[in-house]
């Protein structure tokens, strides 16, 4: 069930923006573009809301925007973009048949980590991408949206490799692409989670 999502959410049930207030994913970007929740929108270029198919039955998730993808206001447009593109099409996808967002919609400085203040205020606004989306699959891309999404601190080595129910969605975490592009000795796990991605998506279809 999509909607337990928000359930221990006071921040989302008592913000003005509160899920049923929007009517579609545009007006939803049209309602957060804008968005001042937190100190990330003084420094950033574009709030980068995330792409894709909004119907997707896959949405990918990262951890926060980038230079690049800060400047043009798309997410993963960078180097780690380019590798998540090939990641995607390996397994037959393109990135019009998924969504892809993060879980921070405004670059922090410096690529720092995102704050957790920066990461509650930012939350709200990934609930109700997904409450619009109704995706059934959602593909975590390292260690800090992994964590985030599925509220733990576990390893990478214990999140991934399997398919985690979760709040009505089936979750896979792999590793981030810039993760892969320091340690491509990694690649070989992140194929292993795509290919049962891949097999756990046609499942579904049939
Ligand atoms: N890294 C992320 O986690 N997200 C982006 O959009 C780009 C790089």
Known sequence: ?????????????????SPAKFRDLSDLYEQSKNCTRCRLAATRT????????????????????????DTQGRPFVGRSGKLLDKILEAIGFSRDDVFI?????CRPPENRNPLSDEIECCMPWLKTQLQLIKPKILLLLGRVAANTVLDNKQSMGNLRGK???????????????????RNPNWKRHCW??????????????S
């Open 192 to 205: 292993e989670d795509v290919k049962m991605l891949r097999s756990h998506y046609d499942t579904l279809q």
């Open 46 to 69: 574009n709030f980068v809301f995330g792409e894709g198919n909004p119907e997707a039955q896959i949405v990918v998730i990262g951890e926060a925007p980038g230079a690049e993808e």
């Open 1 to 17: 069930m999509q909607g337990s999502l928000f359930e221990n959410d006071s921040s989302a049930s008592t913000q003005k923006e």
């Open 163 to 181: 398919i985690i129910r979760w709040s009505g969605y089936d979750v896979i975490v792999t590793y981030h692409p810039a993760a892969l592009l």
């Open 101 to 105: 967002c993060n879980i921070i919609k």
